[in-house]
């Protein structure tokens, strides 16, 4: 996703290299938001990702006061991505509340 947000010179580009789901990275990437003073994000992800994104990114920033932007880059579609964002469902709200 960093690549595909590249050539965007107007706006700090904040990356959480160590998270190993999503759930992490909304909560490793808070705290760079608001140790620099940023009140809003735009979070980039893969547009079969998107949903779980918003789920994560928006509940935490939003309780942390800072405003959510999601942009879905156009990746390709692949059974396994598939899967694995089916997968996901039913482990996201117990990891969503260990993240609070």
């Known amino acids: 996703m960093r690549d595909a947000w590249q050539g965007r010179t107007n706006v700090e580009l904040v990356v959480e290299p160590r998270a190993r789901n ?28 998107q949903a779980r994104v918003r789920f994560f990114f928006s509940h935490v920033y939003r309780d942390a006061g800072i405003r959510t932007e999601l942009v879905p880059v156009r990746t390709r579609l692949s059974p396994r991505a598939l899967l694995w ?13 260990r993240i609070r």
């Open 22 to 49: 999503t759930a992490e990275n909304a909560a490793r990437t808070l705290p760079l938001l608001q140790e620099r003073g940023i009140d809003s994000a735009i979070v980039v992800c893969s547009w079969i990702h």
């Open 85 to 97: 964002e089916v997968a996901a469902i039913p482990v996201a709200w117990s990891q969503r509340r």
